[in-house]
């Protein structure tokens, strides 16, 4: 009697400890998006550019920016835009690889 009581025992221990994690996996999806839109607002993007329906004229709108543009076009105009625009007034992307790559595939998905 006493192994199964400690059977059960554990197996409630798993339960109680995999139930509260549920909502991260689910919601990890939806936080790609979140931490792209973190990475545009810390980095200023919109101090130049409209982005669904917020920011300043200086640069395109990039609320369809996905429609125009594919990732790769993107990755090297963040990394340098005057390889793109020679004497462009925008300044290259500063921070991490999994930074860039979550910046690009968010702004390749607006279309
Ligand atoms: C100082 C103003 C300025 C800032 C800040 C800026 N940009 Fe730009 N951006 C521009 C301008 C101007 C263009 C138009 C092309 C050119 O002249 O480089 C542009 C073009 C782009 C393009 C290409 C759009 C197209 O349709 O070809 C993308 C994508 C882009 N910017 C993303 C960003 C992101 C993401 C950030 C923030 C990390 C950012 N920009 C910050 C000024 C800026």
Redesign the pocket.
């Known amino acids: 009697m006493g192994v199964f009581r400690i059977r059960w025992f554990f197996a409630l221990l798993m339960f109680g400890l995999f139930l509260p994690m549920k909502p991260f996996v689910r919601f990890s999806m939806a936080e790609t998006k979140i931490s792209a839109e973190e ?2 607002e810390e ?3 919109r ?3 409209t982005l669904l329906g917020k920011g ?1 004229e ?3 709108d ?1 609320s369809e ?1 996905g429609a ?2 594919d990732a790769e ?2 990755k090297k ?2 990394l340098n ?2 390889s ?2 020679p ?5 290259p ?1 500063r921070g991490t690889e999994a930074e860039l790559d979550i ?1 690009v595939a968010y ?1 390749s998905s607006l279309k």
């Open positions: 990475i545009i980095r200023n993007c101090r130049c550019h300043g200086v640069g395109p990039l920016v125009r543009r076009f993107i105009k963040l835009p005057k793109m625009h004497g462009s007034a925008m300044p992307f910046l702004l």
